[in-house]
């Protein structure tokens, strides 16, 4: 999708209204409106891309700090942070956001099943070479 037709392009546009709660040259922060607990906030480059590799380094030099401060602003004594990636990975609006999720109790917030997987120590050793030679 292009930068014209996101929704969130068009909140930072102020075509779309928001509840902001912090706005500097790079970085939005603003009430979700559909949240999964009370204080459920987003935190997006000002940079349009869909995916966080898409997104240049300088654009997001603030995102962990202005959703630390959300964080505590929000009172919360547990939390999620979450960023998705493309359909797979649970993301419907396709320009990088960050979910500042306050978990009350185990009714509210982000619920989050974690189905780990026992591999193969060798598989683990080619992966782990792998990866590390791309970095």
Same mark, same amino acid.
């Given at each position: ?9 068009? $909140?930072?546009?102020?075509? $779309? =209204? #928001?509840?902001?709660?912090?706005? #500097? ?10 949240? !999964?607990?009370?204080?459920? #906030?987003? !935190? &997006? =480059?000002?940079?349009?891309? /869909? ?11 603030? &995102? ?12 919360? /004594? ?22 500042? $999720?306050?978990? =009350? ?9 974690? =189905? ?14 792998? $990866?590390?030679?791309?970095?």
């Amino acid at each position: 999708m292009s930068a014209a037709g996101c929704i969130f392009c068009k $909140i930072i546009r102020g075509e $779309i =209204p #928001s509840m902001k709660l912090f706005e #500097s040259e790079k970085t939005l922060a603003f009430l979700d409106i559909g949240p !999964v607990s009370r204080g459920h #906030s987003l !935190v &997006i =480059p000002k940079y349009h891309g /869909e995916k966080l590799t898409d997104i240049p380094d300088d654009s997001l030099h603030e &995102i962990l700090s202005v959703t630390k401060k959300l964080a505590a602003a929000a009172g919360g /004594e547990q939390y999620n942070i979450l960023q998705n990636n493309g359909r797979l990975a649970h993301q419907e609006v396709d320009h990088v956001h960050f979910h500042m $999720i306050p978990k =009350p109790n185990k009714e509210e917030g982000l619920v989050v099943g974690w =189905p780990t997987q026992k591999p193969d120590k060798d598989e683990l050793q080619k992966l782990y070479e792998e $990866i590390k030679s791309k970095m």
